[in-house]
């Protein structure tokens, strides 16, 4: 005879409830329709009821996580509806027929009306694309040269493609815009493919309150040389400092022999007397 099932953990129940709201409401922050009326909201709401639960908790008093379980479980319908909506409107599914389509263009335009945070940008200047390559624990801390090269050749020979995963903000699992930034951003990646802004074909868009820049585009190809950062602010490079020179003067070799040229950043200026 088999074991009766354990009854069911209102605690734990409530917990999971908590976090579930919240990812609800992130969600509805993508959304410019949300993002300043609900969205908050229910986030704040949710905060608010995760310390009373934690205070209930501590009282004993099991029996209160039952109406704020079912408070959590509102915030979350709410926030799920709300999205369906805006998701179901004309503006977001012509949003994602252009950006299908490869019609970049729209997509941007339509963009702009749909997320968040996300705003036209003035054509012009260089954008980079940080390239990960970091090696965990190979021998060179970083990538190896070859499959470093390899990974530039084939954006060289293919573009870049939208990614796999969803943005935190500016797109979704149906729009997924190519990311880049408007600086080279050393802490991201000492190596970036630097790209002429007006090479794309396309316009791009600005994330408010950051360095990024979206192209909603599945793929793009246009010419680029390779950013290198001068130097590496590195523990692992502290105690070799002519490996990262000697890494960039291998990449470059490696490169040249692919007709891409690599370019080394001049120092910053920091200010001299």
């Keep these: 005879m088999s074991a009766p099932a354990a009854a069911p953990d209102p605690g734990a129940e409530a917990a999971a409830l908590i ?26 709401r949710a905060l608010a009821i995760g310390s009373e639960i934690r205070a209930a908790a501590r009282r004993g008093a099991v029996e209160a996580l039952v109406p704020f379980a079912a408070e959590l479980r509102g915030l979350v319908a709410r926030c799920r509806d709300a999205v369906g909506e805006v998701r179901e409107g004309r503006t977001y599914q012509e ?45 060179d801390h970083f990538l190896a040269l070859d499959e470093c090269a390899a990974r530039i050749d084939a954006c060289h020979r293919d573009g870049l493609t939208s990614p796999s995963a969803a943005p935190d903000r500016g797109g979704n699992e149906e729009i997924r815009p190519i990311a880049l930034t408007a600086r080279h951003d050393e802490a991201e990646s000492p ?40 130097r590496v602010s590195d523990e692992w490079w502290e105690i070799r400092p002519d490996a990262y020179r000697a890494y960039v003067d291998g990449l470059r070799a490696a490169l040249a022999a692919r007709s891409i040229t690599l370019i080394v950043e001049p120092e910053p200026d920091l200010g001299g007397a």
């Design 95 to 139: 949003a994602v027929r252009a950006f299908r389509s490869g019609d970049a263009a729209k997509a941007a335009a339509l963009a702009c009306d749909v997320f968040s945070g996300v705003a036209p940008r003035p054509g012009g200047g260089t954008l980079y694309y940080p390239l990960a390559i970091g090696g965990g624990r190979s021998v």
């Design 191 to 230: 190596i970036a493919l630097a790209f002429e802004a007006g090479t794309f074909g396309a316009p791009t868009c600005a994330l408010t309150g950051t360095e990024t820049v979206l192209l909603y585009s599945t793929r793009t190809r246009a010419d680029f040389v390779v950013s290198c950062a001068p």
């Design 19 to 44: 976090g579930e709201a919240g990812r609800s409401a992130e969600d509805a922050r993508r959304y410019r329709a949300l993002a300043d009326s609900l969205a908050p909201a229910s986030f704040d």
